[in-house]
């Protein structure tokens, strides 16, 4: 054993670099590998740690003229629990999250906290489980307390206990009037992949619950069996004949029942606030794992094969010494094996620093072993078997000749070795190929988000958002703006266009019928400062904003639609413009009805979360940001205004897509590195192979030139078929 020991370690010295490169390469792929692996499984166990989830079922309806939607009015979830023995427990939740505005006192100092808010029926806590830390589940029955995760207690108070605690919390508006809540209860804090969030829930009291026409809630029912969930809608459907009803068809038209495991995949739902993956993503990235162990496989069995000849003398002397063919085989093997877990020992160490890199922050998991240790323990066992898939060829290959004949002869790859060793580089390349190009198209669609035209003017376009402070005093917040230097334009509004998926949406009645818009709440001048200007009627003026009722300007979608023409009145609501169709929402929704409204100041300053400041042409865009951020601060200097260029929001928009594109482009720029890795290593092997060639050709006259070219023709021939393969797959 140990001449064999001697000989590899003469090897490694002899080829230092492309075996450290082999390793290196090898270990880069097992992190790779376990980084992608951990994204992949944080997907597919979305919402499993939940108790009971298998019962818990999303009621999904369709609403005219904006499709299907998880949304719902009380007055229906309320019938359609009455339509069935079978729902436990139901429970409605806000369509969306609102900021909320919490000051925390302990009587010698306050703290002010903008934190994320959603408004619940307080059944929530017996259709999900809580696992209450601190106070009762049942804490949202009382109006002014508050349910707060432990990680929010632990911010707020420190180590003391939250229960019972006071806080003045400001948002809330639609829900209550008064600002003053207490702690009801603690919660420990939900796992990232869930559907829950950890944010304050608060109880949405009496709002709309005998309105069906407002739709703002998601539905959520748990069942006593699974398998009647399918029947539930056809059942309340004839509940609703039998009962003989008359109610509104287009608030009734519930469609069907999302298990609670499927609502992470489910796509193309308005107003759908659970975090999102799409399958064909989720498959790809499982894909480029192994894609990428693929090659890195392929690099390590063609180094192991690529120094056979090399030891071939050595390996058989140890035979006319008296070793069996087995035990060298079995030796072999295990050099291969050791050296493959070597390097998955390694890839730990990569991860570990990877965290520190950043490269954490593409994924929405947390790069934590802990949470991933059958990963771990799998991943281990890989390496194992992949060593020892490596070491078996070359292992046979080596022991196969007879001793006198291996020491006497002067050995190459045989014809078969090299036939294998060509398949296996051409797998890896058509693979690597594969990936690199469907990371440039992924980086071409990226492009586009930004390019793209929005319908609006977002350049030269500064957004913040508003502190309470800031959105009681709007006229006055207003002039200071338009006092800065290089400001041209300044409006307020209750949403950043292009900022998200969802918007607030309005359902009013016309000649009739309800119908069904997005809705921006805006001051009078907000298309001056977006720079649209409406194809049809007038913009905004201050008499719209004095109209009892306010006014709104529509989109073309929503006038063909639904009809409606400048002068049309929309329950109370006059049409004084018609604009072109604009992204008002990200691009993962299409262009459906919306509308701008004005009204009367201060009825809804509580609405206006945000400012729009339009810079004017021709000014330093930093130095104007720079100054508005100044004047915000000297407005209220309690608060800690975001002021920042519309591209910043298009980034937060996209900012999921963009981090999974990074990461697929960074880990095919990865596989291709693995591949150039093994490609180079088996050059410098076969260069050590060829040396007494070269010195003939060269003694022959052969240039360094036409050297050169024999080496290369032989893998340019190679990579440029692996690529006419690899074009079309891609």
Same mark, same amino acid.
């Given at each position: 054993?140990?001449?064999?020991?001697?000989?590899?370690?003469?090897?490694?010295?002899?080829?230092?670099?492309?075996?450290?490169?082999?390793?290196?390469?090898?270990?880069?792929?097992?992190?790779?590998?376990?980084?992608?692996?951990?994204?992949?499984?944080?997907?597919?166990?979305?919402?499993?740690?939940?108790?009971?989830?298998?019962?818990?079922?999303?009621?999904?309806?369709?609403?005219?003229?904006?499709?299907?939607?998880?949304?719902?009015?009380?007055?229906?979830?309320?019938?359609?629990?009455?339509?069935?023995?079978?729902?436990?427990?139901?429970?409605?939740?806000?369509?969306?999250?609102?900021?909320?505005?919490?000051?925390?006192?302990? +009587?010698?100092?306050?703290?002010?906290?903008?934190?994320?808010?959603?408004?619940?029926?307080?059944?929530?806590?017996?259709?999900?489980?809580?696992?209450?830390?601190?106070?009762?589940?049942?804490?949202?029955?009382?109006?002014?307390?508050?349910?707060?995760?432990?990680?929010?207690?632990?911010?707020?108070? +420190?180590?003391?206990?939250?229960?019972?605690?006071?806080?003045?919390?400001?948002?809330?508006?639609?829900?209550?009037?008064?600002?003053?809540?207490?702690?009801?209860?603690?919660?420990?804090?939900?796992?990232?992949?869930?559907?829950?969030?950890?944010?304050?829930?608060?109880?949405?009291?009496?709002?709309?619950?005998?309105?069906?026409?407002?739709?703002?809630?998601?539905?959520?029912?748990?069942?006593?069996?699974?398998?009647?969930?399918?029947?539930?809608?056809?059942?309340?459907?004839?509940?609703?004949?039998?009962?003989?009803?008359?109610?509104?068809?287009?608030?009734?038209?519930?469609?069907?029942?999302?298990?609670?495991?499927?609502?992470?995949?489910?796509?193309?739902?308005?107003?759908?606030?659970?975090?999102?993956?799409?399958?064909?993503?989720?498959?790809?990235?499982?894909?480029?794992?192994?894609?990428?162990?693929?090659?890195?496989?392929?690099?390590?069995?063609?180094?192991?094969?690529?120094?056979?000849?090399?030891?071939?003398?050595?390996?058989?002397?140890?035979?006319?010494?008296?070793?069996?063919?087995?035990?060298?085989?079995?030796?072999?093997?295990?050099?291969?094996?050791?050296?493959?877990?070597?390097?998955?020992?390694?890839?730990?160490?990569?991860?570990?620093?990877?965290?520190?890199?950043?490269?954490?922050?593409?994924?929405?998991?947390?790069?934590?072993?802990?949470?991933?240790?059958?990963?771990?323990?799998?991943?281990?066992?890989?390496?194992?078997?992949?060593?020892?898939?490596?070491?078996?060829?070359?292992?046979?290959?080596?022991?196969?000749?007879?001793?006198?004949?291996?020491?006497?002869?002067?050995?190459?790859?045989?014809?078969?070795?090299?036939?294998?060793?060509?398949?296996?580089?051409?797998?890896?390349?058509?693979?690597?190929?594969?990936?690199?190009?469907?990371?440039?198209?992924?980086?071409?669609?990226?492009?586009?988000?930004?390019?793209?035209?929005?319908?609006?003017?977002?350049?030269?376009?500064?957004?913040?958002?508003?502190?309470?402070?800031?959105?009681?005093?709007?006229?006055?917040?207003?002039?200071?703006?338009?006092?800065?230097?290089?400001?041209?334009?300044?409006?307020?509004?209750?949403?950043?266009?292009?900022?998200?998926?969802?918007?607030?949406?309005?359902?009013?009645?016309?000649?009739?019928?309800?119908?069904?818009?997005?809705?921006?709440?805006?001051?009078?001048?907000?298309?001056?400062?977006?720079?649209?200007?409406?194809?049809?009627?007038?913009?905004?003026?201050? +008499?719209?904003?004095?109209?009892?009722?306010?006014?709104?300007?529509?989109?073309?979608?929503?006038?063909?639609?639904?009809?409606?023409?400048?002068?049309?009145?929309?329950?109370?609501?006059?049409?004084?413009?018609?604009?072109?169709?604009?992204?008002?929402?990200?691009?993962?929704?299409?262009?459906?009805?919306?509308?701008?409204?004005?009204?009367?100041?201060?009825?809804?300053?509580?609405?206006?979360?945000?400012?729009?400041?339009?810079?004017?042409?021709?000014?330093?865009?930093?130095?104007?940001?720079?100054?508005?951020?100044?004047?915000?601060?000297?407005?209220?200097?309690?608060?800690?205004?975001?002021?920042?260029?519309?591209?910043?929001?298009?980034?937060?928009?996209?900012?999921?897509?963009?981090?999974?594109?990074?990461?697929?482009?960074?880990?095919?720029?990865?596989?291709?590195?693995?591949?150039?890795?093994?490609?180079?290593?088996?050059?410098?092997?076969?260069?050590?192979?060829?040396?007494?060639?070269?010195?003939?050709?060269?003694?022959?006259?052969?240039?360094?030139?036409?050297?050169?070219?024999?080496?290369?023709?032989?893998?340019?021939?190679?990579?440029?078929?692996?690529?006419?393969?690899?074009?079309?797959?891609?």
């Amino acid at each position: 054993m140990n001449p064999i020991i001697r000989n590899f370690w003469s090897i490694f010295r002899r080829f230092s670099l492309a075996m450290t490169l082999n390793v290196v390469g090898m270990a880069i792929a097992f992190a790779a590998f376990m980084i992608i692996m951990m994204q992949w499984l944080y997907d597919i166990r979305f919402d499993a740690a939940t108790p009971h989830g298998d019962r818990i079922f999303r009621v999904e309806s369709v609403v005219e003229g904006m499709g299907e939607t998880p949304i719902t009015s009380r007055p229906a979830a309320k019938l359609f629990v009455q339509s069935s023995p079978h729902i436990e427990a139901s429970c409605l939740m806000f369509a969306q999250e609102i900021p909320l505005f919490v000051k925390v006192s302990d +009587g010698q100092s306050e703290s002010y906290y903008k934190e994320s808010s959603l408004p619940v029926t307080p059944d929530i806590t017996r259709v999900f489980d809580f696992e209450m830390l601190e106070g009762n589940p049942g804490a949202l029955e009382v109006e002014n307390q508050l349910l707060i995760p432990e990680s929010l207690a632990r911010k707020w108070f +420190g180590r003391e206990s939250a229960l019972g605690k006071r806080v003045e919390a400001d948002g809330l508006w639609l829900f209550r009037d008064d600002k003053a809540y207490q702690v009801g209860g603690v919660y420990r804090d939900f796992p990232r992949n869930s559907t829950l969030q950890n944010v304050i829930y608060v109880s949405a009291g009496d709002y709309t619950e005998g309105s069906w026409q407002e739709c703002n809630f998601s539905f959520f029912v748990r069942l006593d069996d699974p398998s009647v969930a399918s029947g539930l809608v056809e059942g309340f459907e004839q509940y609703v004949r039998q009962m003989q009803l008359n109610m509104d068809e287009s608030m009734t038209q519930f469609k069907q029942l999302h298990a609670l495991s499927e609502l992470h995949w489910v796509q193309g739902l308005f107003f759908d606030s659970v975090p999102k993956a799409n399958r064909q993503t989720s498959y790809l990235i499982f894909t480029i794992a192994w894609v990428i162990i693929l090659i890195a496989a392929i690099n390590f069995t063609n180094f192991s094969t690529a120094l056979a000849p090399v030891r071939i003398r050595s390996i058989n002397t140890q035979r006319i010494l008296g070793s069996t063919v087995g035990y060298l085989r079995g030796l072999l093997s295990l050099e291969t094996t050791l050296l493959s877990f070597f390097a998955f020992l390694l890839s730990i160490l990569l991860i570990s620093l990877a965290k520190s890199f950043g490269i954490g922050e593409l994924l929405t998991t947390d790069l934590s072993f802990s949470a991933y240790t059958g990963l771990l323990l799998g991943t281990g066992f890989l390496s194992l078997a992949l060593g020892a898939l490596a070491g078996l060829y070359p292992a046979y290959y080596m022991t196969s000749f007879q001793p006198a004949f291996a020491l006497k002869g002067s050995f190459g790859l045989s014809a078969a070795g090299r036939r294998l060793r060509a398949i296996l580089m051409g797998v890896q390349y058509v693979a690597a190929f594969t990936l690199i190009i469907a990371a440039l198209f992924m980086l071409l669609q990226s492009r586009y988000t930004h390019t793209l035209s929005l319908g609006y003017d977002k350049d030269a376009l500064l957004v913040s958002d508003l502190s309470p402070k800031a959105k009681g005093s709007l006229p006055v917040l207003s002039n200071r703006l338009k006092g800065v230097a290089g400001v041209e334009e300044v409006s307020f509004a209750n949403r950043v266009l292009s900022g998200g998926d969802n918007f607030p949406h309005w359902g009013r009645e016309f000649q009739g019928k309800m119908i069904e818009f997005n809705v921006l709440i805006s001051t009078e001048d907000v298309l001056k400062t977006l720079g649209i200007r409406p194809s049809d009627g007038k913009d905004f003026s201050q +008499g719209d904003v004095r109209a009892t009722s306010g006014r709104i300007i529509i989109n073309q979608t929503a006038a063909d639609l639904y009809g409606l023409r400048v002068g049309d009145v929309v329950t109370e609501l006059e049409v004084v413009g018609i604009v072109p169709d604009i992204k008002f929402a990200t691009l993962r929704q299409g262009i459906s009805p919306m509308a701008f409204f004005t009204g009367k100041y201060p009825d809804f300053a509580d609405t206006y979360e945000y400012a729009y400041i339009r810079v004017k042409a021709g000014s330093d865009l930093y130095a104007v940001r720079q100054q508005v951020q100044d004047a915000l601060q000297q407005f209220d200097d309690t608060y800690a205004f975001n002021v920042r260029f519309f591209d910043q929001v298009l980034d937060n928009a996209y900012q999921s897509e963009q981090k999974l594109t990074t990461l697929i482009v960074l880990f095919s720029f990865l596989a291709v590195f693995i591949s150039i890795v093994g490609v180079f290593g088996l050059v410098v092997f076969d260069s050590e192979y060829r040396r007494k060639e070269v010195g003939i050709r060269k003694v022959m006259g052969a240039t360094t030139a036409s050297i050169l070219v024999m080496y290369n023709k032989t893998y340019l021939r190679l990579v440029g078929l692996c690529f006419v393969l690899a074009a079309p797959l891609a």
